[in-house]
């Protein structure tokens, strides 16, 4: 009669519940998030809740070795999500989501600079599964040993075949009642922890005062990827973000009081809203009815001195890759962008603050001006959206020519198809501008050949708009590449690393690039009559903290500093400024729509004009962590930390909160129901109808 282990699934929820638990502090300890507050009970409660499922299941596989197995393969596959979490966290400032899934490819491609950039304490969170494994190998084989050395030795000891069978018999049947009760007893635990799990979702003092988002409500709707791993562990979050993909979001109902108009001055904007309280008495769904409610509710800012400064002139928006404050830094290797910076308006508190999809989101968000959904990559999986009130739109109604333009191919993102449902008239990629990829250039091309080849496609138009996104500053800067070594005699004699003079060799050609587009246009004598618009996508986070500190003149650590970036308005009439709103490219756009004095509603924006009177001195970042000159809020552990001697209410804080998580959320909704298309169907469209009429 074959001989039965006791307690098979103690033998395995044991070792997993304390492995998994390590590995959640772990985690916590890498990523630098808090570890002794309320959320260690939940994540505590939640593995055992795992762990004891885990194990239920695989007590019922006859063959020890196959379970074990599958339990230290659950536990390596478990390993590996915890590192690839603590690695996107510190590359991207943001936790990997199923929703960011279209950008595996884009990770595979860097995927040396991405695992370049873990930290050697990430990989500590193998330790628990190798110990796993040891224990299973050498400890806990001897206890079987042992323990069949002793069963053997008794059942040797008794005389008579009948009474060794007998022996084994009530031997094998106790150890089958045991683990009969503990699969019982395993089963129960786990009902039971349920509830108490949940108690700790909605108990409030279990909660910080100053968190953003409730527990119960990142455990409904996953839109605060950063906290909910802080507060649920990477095993809840998991969970969550599943649900989430398989689920979805239902239907909600929020509504929001509409603000009174106040006096009427010559410096009011003044929209006639009667047609859209019409749409909202009569919708029906919840979605759409509260985003009205939302929308209509927000203020409607008023003009000011700025105000169709530029009304007339032509645009050029010009989204640097990987550009930062290195740049203006070192005016002595990039002089054309610092001609800019100096002769026109720049804003030295400017962030670019990087999500699950830095450049293609922070592209669509200086077009929208709306936060895009942080846990995916949202100009991706929403691109079949409309928005009428993007920023080529606000032009064409002006009666401009709006053209957009990339020197590389859709292989990350989808231009060809965002960009016209944006209301670009014309969008040119790398094909269509006739630069050849994969030669002299490899793997990026010349931003210089760039302008060269898409200047003429709008230069000698009426009144145009153009926007450009470059691409020769892109990582890789660890390995040898022809722009990446372009320039590096020039830096010979710099106290600078290799990786960081590769960096600063791929500035040079976007400076030399920048340098081309204002001797185009001077030739052209388009200058005067032109505004260019300079920001960036995000902060080069392909170089290592220790190779940017080598180039950067300020400090990259803590506040969301390693995010500041350049922001610059330049036209030759512009009298010199430098301003010290703290800003994003959340700004661009309604600040621009102010400037040129176009046909827009200020409410459809998650931005606000940077010159109006009531602007909200504070840059946002993509969890939900905000800035000002008073203090960082940090989002993620829902931590405030003061810059100096002036202080916030209570009441002041609950409302920067309470406005960033408003504006996030409603923004998020608004692209998930591609609500400005169903806006411009059901009112916007009869207005330029009647308008055209």
């Known amino acids: 009669m074959k001989y039965i282990t006791k307690n098979k699934t103690l033998r395995l929820y044991i070792p997993m519940v304390i492995s998994l638990f390590i590995c959640e502090i772990i985690f916590k300890i890498g990523t630098k998030m808090p570890i002794f507050d309320w959320s260690l009970l939940r994540i505590f409660i939640g593995v055992n809740i795992f762990a004891l499922i885990i194990s239920l299941v695989l007590s019922f596989i006859k063959n020890e070795k196959v379970s074990t197995g599958i339990m230290i393969f659950i536990s390596l596959i478990l390993n590996i999500v915890y ?223 700025e105000t169709g400064l530029f009304e007339g002139k032509n645009l050029i928006v010009v989204m640097m890759e990987s550009g930062s404050n290195v740049i203006t830094d070192h005016p002595e290797y990039f002089p054309n962008i610092n001609k800019l910076y100096n002769e026109g308006w720049a804003w030295t508190n400017t962030f670019s603050p990087r999500n699950a999809c830095s450049t293609g989101n922070n592209e669509m968000t200086g077009l929208t001006s709306l936060f895009t959904i942080n846990k995916s990559c949202t100009a991706n999986v929403y691109k079949d959206n409309t928005y009428f009130e993007a920023m080529f739109n606000l032009f064409n109604n002006k009666g401009y020519t709006t053209s957009s333009y990339h020197d590389y191919t859709d292989h990350y993102y989808y231009r060809h198809t965002i960009h016209p449902n944006m209301g670009s008239m014309h969008y040119y990629g790398v094909n269509d501008l006739g630069i050849k990829l994969g030669t002299e250039y490899k793997p990026w091309p010349s931003d210089v050949e760039f302008v060269e080849k898409a200047t003429p496609h709008f230069i000698n138009e009426d009144k145009f708009m153009a926007w450009m996104t470059t691409v020769s500053t892109h990582m890789s800067y660890e390995s040898s590449s022809v722009t990446g070594d372009m320039y590096l005699d020039l830096y010979k004699d710099e106290n600078y690393t290799k990786s960081a003079k590769r960096y600063m060799s791929k500035l040079k050609i976007l400076d030399n690039a920048i340098g081309k587009l204002i001797d185009e246009l001077t030739t052209a004598g388009r200058l005067e009559d032109t505004v260019i618009v300079l920001y960036a996508d995000h902060y080069p986070y392909g170089l290592d903290d220790y190779d940017f500190k080598t180039i950067a003149n300020y400090d990259i650590d803590g506040y969301g500093n390693v995010d500041r970036t350049p922001f610059i308005i330049y036209n030759p009439s512009l009298e010199p400024t430098k301003y010290d709103n703290y800003t994003s490219y959340l700004n661009i756009l309604p600040t621009l729509a102010n400037l040129f004095n176009l046909d827009y509603d200020p409410r459809l924006y998650g931005g606000q004009d940077l010159f109006d009177e009531n602007y909200n001195n504070y840059v946002v970042f993509a969890d939900g962590s905000w800035r000002s000159d008073i203090a960082y809020y940090d989002a993620t552990t829902s931590k405030l930390t003061y810059l100096g001697d002036e202080t916030y209410t209570k009441e002041e804080i609950a409302k920067i909160n309470t406005r960033v998580k408003n504006e996030m959320k409603m923004d998020n909704l608004a692209i998930e129901k591609n609500y400005f298309a169903y806006l411009e169907k059901n009112l916007y469209k009869d207005k330029q109808e009647d308008s055209n009429d």
């Open 83 to 305: 590192i690839v979490q603590a690695g996107f966290y510190n590359y991207l400032g943001t936790v990997m989501s199923l929703g960011t899934s279209s950008q595996a490819g884009a990770v595979g491609d860097f995927i040396g600079d991405f695992l370049g950039s873990f930290k050697p304490t990430f990989y500590i969170v193998f330790i628990p599964t190798i110990l796993l494994i040891l224990y299973y190998t050498l400890i806990e084989t001897r206890i079987n040993k042992k323990e069949l050395t002793r069963y053997n030795e008794e059942l040797d000891s008794i005389k008579g075949k009948k009474k060794k069978e007998t022996y084994q018999e009530e031997y094998n049947a106790k150890n089958l009642k045991i683990n009969k009760i503990t699969k019982i007893s395993s089963l129960i635990a786990t009902i039971a922890l349920m509830p108490l799990y949940y108690l700790t979702i909605i108990i409030p003092f279990m909660q910080n005062d100053l968190q953003m988002v409730s527990n119960k409500a990142l455990f409904s709707n996953l839109s605060m990827p950063n906290l909910a791993i802080g507060q649920y562990g990477v095993l809840g979050f998991e969970y969550i973000d599943i649900k989430t993909l398989l689920i979805g979001h239902s239907e909600f109902s929020e509504e929001f009081v509409k603000k009174e108009p106040g006096e009427i001055t010559d410096n009011s904007r003044v929209i006639d809203d009667t047609a859209w309280e019409e749409l909202q008495n009569n919708e029906t769904n919840k979605d759409y009815k509260t985003l009205n409610s939302y929308f209509m509710s927000k203020e409607i800012t008023a003009k000011n001195d």
